[in-house]
């Protein structure tokens, strides 16, 4: 085979590799109960693929070689295990708990059972047990099939600190003896708030990155959005995952309005609304919409997308629904206190009744902890200011804002509106 | 990356089986729970188009169906990491056509969407 012919397949198996791995990794996780173990059993099967496709050609349905092949080599552990298992003669006790692991792997009912499996592989990844970051990585690592030096440049941290945090979580789940199953009903809802916050994170590692970053960055969203829509799919009847997957379309549906020519950030007020991808935010609606036929009070993501939902539906700042917005994050204020929150109610506010209305809010917040060095709020409370006609006092607010944010291109925006700045005694009406 | 896929093809005398439907439908199933399909949907044949053409500077509204041999049957739109994933899910589905209905021949068209955020 030509280097070219040899290149052309590895491309295609690394493909088939990413569509199939995560179904994979969770169909092996149910056969040997050791998620270290079905991820290295889904990692050999792939080196033989790339031993042997090149030379005999990719198979006609490769994701069924592949899960053969896998399988094959499962079962076989399994049988090994077993009867170490058995020559251990562990006590009474330990051998029946293990009884479903290392007993005669039910291998027919993989395939019907695919959804459960991943759905599995989700919760095991995002474990509570685990640190958010490790999550995060193990998640990439198991569910989109990343590789650890990927994972390292989408998080900007070195590939051995990634690496370590997959060896080391896999080692955690296996000490505390985590079990590759779903977890009991009453630890469902804090397990699911555990998984969806894991994918948010990776949604908002890649939202923060700006254009002109390296691409792994950004990529990260379309990893979490398919994330999403998986986890979605395996749960229909969970609202606050519609809801998550709902905001996630919808933010991203602006991420070609985010930045201007020059890679600098271009506020949502500002951004011009032609760039919005409509079928991100059809998505978004159609997600939203599912969250909110599920019926029950609303949750943080379902509250959020809503007010996400207010923006990509309005074609204008001013057509905006400010008024729904501000009662919006009174209800967000609710269920997920923060300051951030109340500071963007501020802004909310300051467009539904004016200026003088939102900036009280702001001023309320002036003396938190927690925005001492936040540099949103001297930029939120310059913009009232200047609509109310304080320059001096706005300038003063965007000149602070700029020197406590560590983002260059934000830095020069804040900068720029200082300078915009003038007191209408000197300056043109 | 967005590609978006283009089926055409020419129908054999025999009509589409009905296994072929469910086949696509459960492979349009899991493309979808894996996040990958966006939208996808059939298009009627060009007897029931039209075609708006511009030549020499003339504008002329023709009705269908149009000459080519083959038709479009349908389109999808696909968020994937690749383009080879995107040919893997294509080569699937052509699959599914060479499987279950005899005769039948065609091709789909990959062609990647403009995205000026790139990802």
Known sequence: ???????????????VWRIESPRLIAGLARITGDVGAAEELAQDA??????????????????AWLMATARHRAVDLVRRRAV????????????????????????????????????????????????PEARAALTLRLLCGLTAAEIARAFLVPEPTVAQRITRAKRTLAARQIRFEMPPRGELPGRLASVLEVIYLVFNEGYAATAGADWMRPSLCAEAMRLGRILAGLMRWEAEVHGLVALMELQASRTGA???????????????????????????????????????????????????????????????????????????????????????????????????????IADRLAGQPALASYPHLPAVRGDLLARLGRAAEAREAFVLAAGLTANEREKALFQARADACQAPASGPA | MRYLMLLSGTNPATPPPPELFEAIMKLGGEATQAGVLLDTAGLLPSAAGTRVALEGGQVTVTDGPFTESKELISYALYEVRSKEEAVEWAARFVKLHRDLWPGWTG????LQVMDPSGS
Request: with cysteine; proline share 7%; net charge negative.
């Open chain 1, 1 to 15: 085979m030509t280097q070219a012919g040899y290149e052309a397949t590895r491309s295609a198996i690394e493909a």
């Open chain 1, 46 to 63: 792939l080196v033989i693929a790339l031993e042997q496709w090149p030379a005999d050609g990719v198979p006609d349905v490769p994701g």
């Open chain 1, 84 to 131: 170490y298992q058995r020559k251990l003669q562990e006590i009474a006790r330990d051998a029946e708990s293990r009884a479903e692991y290392y007993g005669e792997p039910d291998v027919d009912a993989m395939d019907d059972q695919i959804g459960d499996d991943l759905l599995r592989l989700i919760f095991l990844a995002c474990h509570p047990v685990l640190s």
């Open chain 1, 258 to 360: 985010r930045t201007g020519p020059a890679g600098e950030p271009v506020l949502l007020t500002d951004q011009d609304r032609g760039r919005w991808d409509r079928l991100l935010i059809r998505h978004g609606l159609r997600a939203l919409d599912q969250a909110r036929s599920l019926g029950g009070p609303p949750g943080p993501y379902e509250v959020q997308a809503e007010i996400a939902a207010c923006h990509a539906q309005a074609h204008s700042v001013r057509t905006t629904d400010w008024e729904r917005i501000a009662a919006l994050y009174v209800v967000l204020g609710y269920l997920r206190p923060s300051p951030v929150v109340e500071l963007n109610r501020a802004v909310a506010v300051g467009m539904a009744h004016g200026p003088a209305r939102g900036l009280e």
């Open chain 2, 107 to 110: 091709a789909t068209d990959i």
